[in-house]
């Protein structure tokens, strides 16, 4: 059973900065690509950041320059860096793999950027 348990979320003001984790159980090593995406409401959850294996990663242009996304191989875990945070940002942020053609999702983490 892969289970992906996603932390970091809460309220900041804009400019603000936040870093979410996402916690696999399997090994990192064994993920083809892992990545974040959010889902704003009344919005289609799109891609924010993602990382393969072989650490290429690309960024959704809205977060260019101000998200960063990294893995930790040893603790199975990704974060997602998230610096001059714009109340645009604000979404539930949901960690996703690709496991042997397979995607997995957490269960999502609410981010609010607000005064």
């Known amino acids: 059973q892969v289970q992906l348990v996603e932390s970091g979320g809460g309220l900041v003001q804009p400019g603000g900065s936040l870093r979410l984790s996402c916690a696999a159980s399997?090994?990192?090593?064994?993920?083809?690509?892992m990545g974040w995406y959010r889902q704003a409401p009344g919005k289609q959850r799109e891609l924010v950041a993602q990382?393969?294996?072989?650490?290429?990663?690309n960024y959704n242009d809205s977060v260019k320059g101000r998200f960063t996304i990294s893995k930790d191989n040893a603790k199975n875990t990704m974060y997602l860096q998230m610096n001059s945070l714009k109340p645009e940002d604000t979404a539930v942020y949901y960690c996703?793999?690709?496991?042997?053609?397979?995607?997995?999702w957490g269960q999502g983490t609410q981010v609010t950027v607000s005064s």
């Open positions: 399997v090994s990192i090593f064994s993920i083809y690509a």
């Open positions: 996703r793999i690709t496991l042997r053609a397979a995607y997995y």
């Open positions: 990382v393969t294996s072989n650490d290429k990663a």
